[in-house]
């Protein structure tokens, strides 16, 4: 069973749950700690945010490099540098490749109810399509688009009124808990994977190592 103290995230954009993740790590109690932050993009609030909390950052950007497996490669290994336990992919707009799936266990947020709206549009997609409860999911990642092991959901309702701007404000309060509230507990209690099902704790209460 995999545990996950030492947390690398990535973020293109705001960061606002990185920054949920910050302060929850806060308590040590919470059992685990963001160790670097990772970017694509130079100037975005995500790396300034890491940066008031003290923790090192890195930016590699796809555009500097000659293939996007010379990507791959550069960034798994920026984040080996910080021997995560866990890889959480936070708002960061880039799809990870082998080297950083097969080094490490990476988790990954996406603002609709997966396998429904997958990719960079999740909320316009679902808002478009005329639904009335959307919301987010917590998934391990693998080499698809949005496509990896569910790890949690949370139901959004989305209201009569409602832009994308709203509606993804709205889910963006749910994801973070939701976030920091699965990566504490997979921290604390561990996870496991048989398939698509991801089973949190050791449910048969025997040995978790
Ligand atoms: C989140 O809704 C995430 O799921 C999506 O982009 C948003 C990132 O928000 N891919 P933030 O940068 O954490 O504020």
Redesign the pocket.
Known sequence: MSKAGRLVVL?????????ALLDASADPAYGARVVAVGADREGI??LARATRAQVPTFVEKLGEYPTRADWDAAIAARIAAYEPDLVVS????KILGTPTLQAFPVLN???ALLPSFPG?H??RDALAHGVKVTG?TVMLADEGIDTGPIVAQEAVPVLPDDDEAVL?ER??TV??RLLVEIVGRMAREGWTVSGRTVRIGNQSGGEST
């Open positions: 973020v293109s954009g705001s960061g606002t749950n990185l920054q609030e995500g936070a708002g960061f707009m947020t996406h603002p960079a999740g909320v987010c993804h889910i963006k994801e973070r």
